[in-house]
Each structure stands twice: as C-alpha cells, then as structure tokens.
C-alpha cells in the first residue's frame, strides 16, 4: 500500500505536539488495540471539544485523516499545518461534494478516517445529538470496518479531569444492510461507551 502524502510531517507534529497534549491533560485510553492496523476504517465517536480528534490520533500508529473547514485552508500561514495533518477542506456551507470524494478516495486507497456523526460539537444538554448518515453510508460503499469510541471527561490542563476514550469492536455495513439500522446501530454503541466511561468517573470520585 502506497504511504500517505505528508506521513513524515504529520507523525512529526504528532510527536510534538502529542507529547504535549499527554503531559497536560494526562489522557487514558481504553481498547485502542481494537483499531485494525491496516485497512479502510472509520473512526467515528462523540463530539464535546475542538481537542477529541487529538485523542483518536494518539490511540493509533496508523493516520487518521479528518475534515476542516475549508476557511484554515484559505489562510497561509494555517493551510501548512492542516495539510501536514492530513486534513481534508470541507465548505460546510454548502453540501461539499469533493470533500466526501475525498473522504471516500482515502478509504478506497486503504487509510483511516475520524469522523464525527453528530456533525458538529454537541453543546446542549442531549446525551448524543443525532447522527448524520455519512458514516454508515460511507462505510457500505468502501467495505470498510467502522469503530466507535466514546470520550469522557474534561479538558483541564494539568488537574485530574478523568479524560479517557473508549473503543469498541469493529463492524462492517453490508451492501443489504438498511442504513438506519446501521445508523441505529453506531448510535447504540457509541451510547454504550459513553455510559461506561461516565460509570467510570463517577466510581473514581466515590
């Protein structure tokens, strides 16, 4: 399989800048062995905060390229950065048609995607905002594996925040399978391991 374009660049920001992130937030991380180590595979979790995909990137050797609005590519002294972390544009005003070619041109060549079904930063009170069908549909086209993580904690530097992320078994969306019930199914997974870590923290603090 032909290396990624900027593998050298990205694993060198990851190496800084993952050190940095570990010694301040003092993450956990449970499961990570499940991400396979080869293959197209999307990782898809919640979203609380701008720092979640940081814990995806240090749980695997493998790349995991994730969407950023096109305005960081436009910028120059920015667009370096995001293309060195394998970054794809996406125009999230309109309905970006080359950023899913993208997306999918990354798991057809074999690679690793993050993304995030709820599609955005959940903010309110709602356990899980609703998730977008782009994973599971994404997933029956390429024949690639899903795994779903949940994050868990805060984001406090330096203090004991309980951040942790959490993974769970692999599967696949067959070519016959209904995308809802698919859909249904990430939900419900993803659900499960936020309980566990939320179960986690609050047997830590008793």
Not at 71 to 87: L, V
Not at 112 to 117: K, R
Not at 136 to 141: E, G
Request: proline content about 4%; overall charge positive.
């Amino acid at each position: 399989m032909k290396r990624e374009k900027h593998i050298k660049g990205y694993n060198f920001l990851k190496g800084i800048l993952g050190f940095l992130f570990k010694v301040c937030y003092r993450p956990k991380y449970y499961n990570k062995e499940l991400i396979p180590n080869n293959g197209p595979v999307i990782i898809a979790g919640n979203h609380m905060h701008l720092f979640d995909q940081n814990l995806v990137i240090l749980s695997t050797k493998r790349m995991v390229h994730y969407m950023a609005k096109i305005e960081y590519f436009q910028d120059k002294k920015k667009a370096w950065f995001f293309r060195m972390a394998g970054c794809i544009p996406v125009n999230r005003e309109i309905k970006d048609e080359d950023a899913k070619s993208s997306a999918m041109e990354v798991l057809n060549n074999g690679y690793a995607l993050g993304v995030f079904p709820e599609g955005t930063r959940n903010k309110t009170d709602a356990f899980l905002l609703p998730f977008k069908f782009g994973v599971v549909s994404m997933a029956q086209k390429s024949g690639a594996s899903i795994v779903p993580c949940a994050v868990t904690g805060e984001y406090k530097v330096w203090k004991k925040n309980h951040l942790n992320i959490r993974y769970g078994k692999p599967f696949k969306v067959p070519k016959d399978m209904d995308l809802k019930k698919a859909n249904d199914k990430l939900f419900e997974e993803i659900s499960n391991l936020k309980r566990e870590g939320l179960k986690e923290i609050e047997d830590e603090k008793h």
